[in-house]
């Protein structure tokens, strides 16, 4: 549910873009650094966002890239140790879940003896 709300989302964002591109055709002056140049407002704009967007792209994935490395160095980490990845975490989940399940159980327990003392 979470993708199609970013989905959603995008294609307000991308439709609001295009709009607001279409609207401001006005030919505008662009410099550059070596000269200038005059271009349609709507190309300038879309040139923009997809410039932020290919930015914001990048700056993402070296992100991901960085954190995956992380996850292969914690691994062999854990495999030099003798233990395996997957029986770690599977007994970090089971020791979680019976954490959760003796909190659960304290507060029902704690609750009736509420209800016992009016």
């Known amino acids: ?9 995008g ?5 609001i873009i295009a709009v607001f591109s279409v609207v401001n055709v006005d030919p505008v002056e662009v410099n550059y650094i070596f000269g200038q140049a005059e271009w349609p407002l709507v190309l300038v704009i879309i040139f923009s966002v997809l410039m932020g967007g290919i930015i914001v792209g990048s700056v993402g994935m070296y992100k991901i890239y960085l954190l995956q490395k992380e996850i292969k160095t914690l691994t062999r980490r854990l ?4 233990a395996s990845p997957s029986t770690s975490a599977l007994a970090s989940d089971q020791k979680n879940s019976k954490d959760a399940r003796n909190k ?6 704690d609750s ?6 009016k």
């Open 1 to 9: 549910m979470r993708g199609q709300w970013g989905l959603i989302i």
């Open 11 to 15: 294609i307000i964002v991308v439709l």
């Open 79 to 82: 495999e030099e140790k003798g």
């Open 104 to 109: 659960k159980d304290l507060a029902v327990k």
């Open 112 to 117: 009736n003896t509420k209800q016992k003392q």
